[in-house]
């Protein structure tokens, strides 16, 4: 079980801290990641890290800007944002997959967690 939380609502500009926390089980065996909503518009890929090792992947539109990290011991997955901007505006989802591959497409995710809204106000 996922468990997203640390939306909000903040300025152009600023910073947000999303946690993603798994319950049930070791994410040893998992890649996970995050993917954003926006109204009328497709999950979107945003970044992923595989549990075991720490690779990283993410989206040309957040990288530099995002960063995706995870703490084994808490078994709970992070998402720095920095520099948000008005577009970064969506419901942020936390998933995971049984694999070793990066996927940046939502279908390949197995489990999800709840959304998070994050909104960045002009």
């Known amino acids: 079980q996922l468990q997203a939380c640390g939306g909000g609502l903040v300025q152009v500009g600023g910073s947000l801290r999303l946690s993603c926390a798994a319950s049930g089980g070791t994410l040893n065996s998992y890649v996970v990641g995050w993917f954003r909503q926006a109204p009328g518009k497709e999950r979107e890929f945003v970044a992923c890290?595989?549990?075991?090792?720490?690779?990283?992947v993410h989206a040309d539109s957040v990288r530099g800007r995002f960063t995706i990290s995870r703490d084994n011991a808490k078994n709970t997955m992070y998402l720095q944002m920095n520099g948000l901007k008005p577009e970064d505006t969506a419901v942020y989802y936390c998933?995971?997959?049984?694999?070793?591959?990066?996927?940046?497409?939502?279908?390949?995710?197995?489990?999800w967690g709840q959304g998070t809204l994050v909104t960045v106000s002009s």
């Open positions: 998933g995971a997959v049984g694999s070793v591959l990066l996927f940046r497409t939502a279908a390949k995710y197995d489990y």
């Open positions: 890290i595989r549990w075991s090792g720490g690779a990283t």
